[in-house]
């Protein structure tokens, strides 16, 4: 883990999860049993430009673990706080990915608590995240923050 880093920082930063992020888009798309079109339907681009909108008044932080020795991005954690639920200011953790062979050596963890750290220095009163259907196994990674399954969103399927 000597040669892992990690860097936050603003939107600045947000170009370069792309590659990761097109993995995590593939990985969904794999494994979600109703929502694949509209899963692969969504470019980065796209998904920037919502980030950017939903954090309009808001904040958002992007940390990225990085390998020294090769110099790559392996992974990332895009967090955003917005002023919701009558001026509540809520924290979202919008996405998170490590690269596979990273997996399992608290690269994760880290990423989440830095995201978490940030929502506590800035005062975040509600912290949420959203795990989509088929990828249910990552629930127990976020319990070890707190974060528990509240309720469960249908939508119709075009």
């Known amino acids: 883990m000597d040669e892992i880093e990690f860097i ?16 995590l888009k593939t990985h969904h798309i794999s494994s979600s049993p109703y ?21 309009e008044g808001g904040e958002l932080c992007v940390v990225l673990a990085t390998n020294r020795k090769t110099d790559s991005i392996i992974g990332y954690c895009l967090s955003t706080i917005t002023m919701k639920d009558s001026d509540i200011s809520v924290g979202e953790i919008s996405s998170i990915f490590v690269e596979e062979r990273y997996r399992n050596s608290s690269i994760g963890q880290e990423l989440m608590q830095k995201s978490i750290d940030w929502f506590r220095q800035e ?36």
């Not at 936050?8 to 993995?23: A, F, I, N, P, Y």
């Not at 509600?126 to 939508?155: H, M, Q």
Request: proline letters at 1%.
């Open 8 to 23: 936050s920082g603003r939107e600045e930063l947000l170009d370069k999860v792309e590659t990761l992020w097109e993995k």
């Open 35 to 55: 929502f694949k079109k509209l899963m692969a339907s969504k470019s980065f681009k796209e998904r920037k430009q919502d980030l950017l909108c939903q954090v």
């Open 123 to 158: 005062h975040v009163q509600k912290i949420i995240t959203y795990v989509a259907v088929g990828n249910e196994s990552v629930i127990d990674f976020y319990k070890r923050f707190n974060l528990y399954p509240k309720c469960i969103a249908l939508e119709q399927v075009d």
